[in-house]
């Protein structure tokens, strides 16, 4: 896939690729630490919990996977609708 808006393969990477189940001709390093993680467990990937109840996403390749733009942006404007408050209700540095 060529470079663009919705893909980023830095080759030149010391942990490229970070998860080895991507090919490396489509790994996306765009999204690098995942926009997803704030999300939880309603995020959609293939995370697991550690003993202490910390979110492990070491399983998970969704922001390295190409074609996966589209989703990440649908996710994160979904839960950007569903947070959204009204203005009174929003911290005094967003108002």
């Known amino acids: 896939m060529k470079n663009s808006y919705n893909f980023f393969s830095n080759t030149d990477c010391e942990h490229f690729p970070c998860h080895d189940t991507v090919g490396s001709?489509?790994?996306?390093?765009?999204?690098?630490?995942?926009?997803?993680?704030?999300?939880?467990?309603?995020?959609?990937?293939?995370?697991?919990?550690t003993p202490q109840?910390?979110?492990?996403?070491?399983?998970?390749?969704?922001?390295?996977?190409?074609n996966n733009y589209g989703y990440i942006v649908d996710k994160l404007e979904y839960a950007n609708r569903r947070n959204t408050c009204p203005e009174e209700q929003k911290p005094p540095s967003l108002t």
């Open 53 to 66: 109840n910390v979110k492990c996403c070491a399983n998970c390749t969704i922001p390295h996977e190409a």
């Open 25 to 49: 001709a489509h790994f996306n390093c765009l999204f690098c630490y995942c926009p997803l993680y704030h999300l939880g467990v309603q995020c959609g990937g293939n995370f697991d919990l």
